[in-house]
Nanobody, 118 residues
Framework: VQLQASGGGLVQPGGSLRLSCAASGGISSINVMAWYRQAPGKQRELVARISSGGSTDYADSVKGRINMSRDNAKNTVYLQLNSLKPEDTAVYYC?????????????WGQGTLVTVSS
């Protein structure tokens, strides 16, 4: 599974961005797609995830401000970020999870930087 993330950039507080993650190679075996982020000096944290059935979960810190969706025809997931705050500044990573015979396999994209600043 290969993941290509894009869409990051510089945005003012209160602004919006949409991140994209295109998946290729073995995508039919993916169980969960997710977005994580890592701010400078902090641990990587889960932001949102979407199951193969379409159900979503969001971190409390972003709930109400973001929406994760998927376009199965394009093998792409999106993360719509709204009402952005400076504390949302981080590198955002796309993640895919595959389970096989009880073993979890994680795949990561290269990360896309989101900077929220005036």
């Amino acid at each position: 599974v290969q993941l290509q993330a894009s869409g990051g950039g510089l945005v003012q507080p209160g602004g919006s961005l949409r991140l994209s993650c295109a998946a290729s190679g073995g995508i039919s075996s993916i169980n969960v797609m997710a977005w994580y982020r890592q701010a400078p000096g902090k641990q990587r944290e889960l932001v949102a995830r979407i199951s193969s059935g379409g159900s979503t979960d969001y971190a409390d810190s972003v709930k109400g401000r973001i929406n994760m969706s998927r376009d199965n025809a394009k093998n792409t997931v999106y993360l719509q970020l709204n009402s952005l705050k400076p504390e949302d500044t981080a590198v955002y990573y796309c993640n895919a999870v595959r389970y096989s015979r009880g073993v979890r396999y994680d795949y990561w994209g290269q990360g896309t930087l989101v900077t929220v600043s005036s």
